[in-house]
């Protein structure tokens, strides 16, 4: 059975960075899509950032473009986000999710394993 757990959230001040963990167990993390999303309060969770490995180019909401890296270490079998350039607007419960196949979908509905969340919270 595959599971993921994520780390790395916390108390930030606007403009600070912050990098979240999603450790995976169960499966092999190089034949396995990952995704990040996110739910701010009283808002639907929204799609974050993902990559396919090895293939696929990251994919980026609009809203973190340019502030937001994916990346992987194979050896840990983790994924990471690297948040840089908070702003208060990022406070949500971020949650990492994954997928067999090699796309990169937007759409929670098409990851069927999830970790629990972790809280970010960016104040002024």
């Known amino acids: 059975q595959v599971q993921l757990a994520e780390s790395g959230g916390g108390l930030v001040q606007a403009g600070g960075s912050l990098r979240l963990a999603c450790a995976v167990s169960g499966r092999d993390i190089r034949e396995y899509t990952l995704a990040w999303f996110r739910q701010r309060p009283g808002k639907e969770r929204e799609f974050v950032a993902g990559?396919?490995?090895?293939?696929?180019?990251?994919k980026y909401a609009h809203a973190v473009t340019g502030r937001f890296a994916v990346s992987r270490d194979n050896d840990k079998n983790t994924d990471f986000l690297q948040m840089n350039s908070l702003r208060t607007a990022d406070t949500a419960v971020y949650y990492c999710?994954?997928?067999?196949?090699?796309?990169?979908?937007?759409?929670?509905?098409?990851?069927?394993?999830w970790g629990q969340g972790t809280q970010v919270t960016v104040t002024v």
């Open positions: 999710a994954g997928r067999v196949g090699a796309l990169v979908h937007t759409t929670a509905t098409n990851y069927g394993t």
């Open positions: 990559q396919s490995w090895p293939r696929d180019s990251p």
